[in-house]
């Protein structure tokens, strides 16, 4: 039978003089059950640390447990027993609230697919984490926003409708908005799966830009060979579990 052990944890922020040796993210032990249409191991004692401005990538085939992993290490999925520490904090055993607001301030979110609302302007979607967060004045997350669009070279098309936006140019207001708040992390589930080559390449160049110059640390889920082995570190998966790092 499955528990789930971590409900019952109280959130923890870790003592200042603790050594987790530079990592910014901390996995330990992580075990997820899917329980229909009949009990599955999906991940078994997975273990791995992330250090600051590493670009990580997750790979293995369909079925391995690489986005069950994403998912655990972004605190989207709670349901799992293990230990998960990000930027100092335990985050297993935070509540919903707690957590929705860690993710809005800590992890920035790109998906194979922009997730970009239509009927909104660039600059008007790559606000909302930051309007969400509350931190900053109207002015300032607008401000924040055209700086976020301008570095990606999207400052031109700030005030277009998403929806007139080609892929490639949806793709990094996408980008925008999951460093609208300044994360600890990017969080990429295959974030060049829905690009042509070209985009893909520019894509994948500003994220590296982004570990090199700007200090940000990436964590993608992926199936392109070369993305992964132009990353800076390959965490490979088997059946549940890291056969190779």
Known sequence: MNF?????????????????????????KLNKFFNEPEEFHVLKDVSFEVKRSEFVSIVGKSGCGKSTLLYLISTLDTDYTGDIIINNERVTG????????????????????????????????????AEKLGKYSKSEIEDRAYEKLKWLGMAGF???????????????VAIARALINDPTIIMGDEPTGNLDSTNTNIVFDMLKDL????????????HDEEFAHNSDRIIEMKDGEIVKQ
């Open 211 to 222: 570990s090199k110059t700007k200090g940000q640390t990436i964590i993608s889920v992926t």
């Open 158 to 172: 700030a005030t277009k409708l998403s929806s007139k936006l080609s892929g490639g140019q949806q793709q990094r």
């Open 94 to 129: 935070m509540t919903q609230n707690q957590l929705a607001r860690f993710r809005n301030e800590h992890i920035g979110f790109v998906f194979q697919f922009h997730f970009l609302l239509p009927e909104f302007s660039a600059i008007k979607n790559v606000m909302i984490p």
């Open 4 to 28: 789930n052990l971590n409900k019952m944890r109280k959130p923890q922020v870790l003592p200042s003089g603790e050594d987790l040796g530079g990592a910014v993210l901390k996995a330990t």
